[in-house]
């Protein structure tokens, strides 16, 4: 996906179009088109519209359709029998040309010259 961001620009990053497809723990995600998927999730699959971009059976990426105020996640199979089906991205958040974040404790970023 040549010139998209691999950036959010809100907490919820219901725009993010990038390509991140680990979630925060390193679980590869899971396709959104996907047989598998949780029943809660199936609502999602056939949605576009939930999606800033189309769907396909190989997308995979990190996305927020569902408008979560952690940002993006995705479907993961956890190997390690912990149960999680699902888990936030670590989705940076934008900057403008020329600022930096300082980010504080709790994933709570503030901007600074």
Known sequence: MQGVKECKVSQKGGEY?????????GFP???????T???EDRVFQYKDSAFPDHLTDKHNYCRNPKGN?????????DSTGSGIQWEYCDVPFCTREGEKRACKTGDQCDSSE
């Open 17 to 25: 179009m990038g390509t991140k497809n680990r979630s925060i723990s």
């Open 69 to 77: 105020p952690g940002g993006p996640w995705c479907n993961i199979q």
């Open 37 to 39: 998927s949780l029943a």
């Open 29 to 35: 995600c899971n396709p959104w088109v996907d047989d």
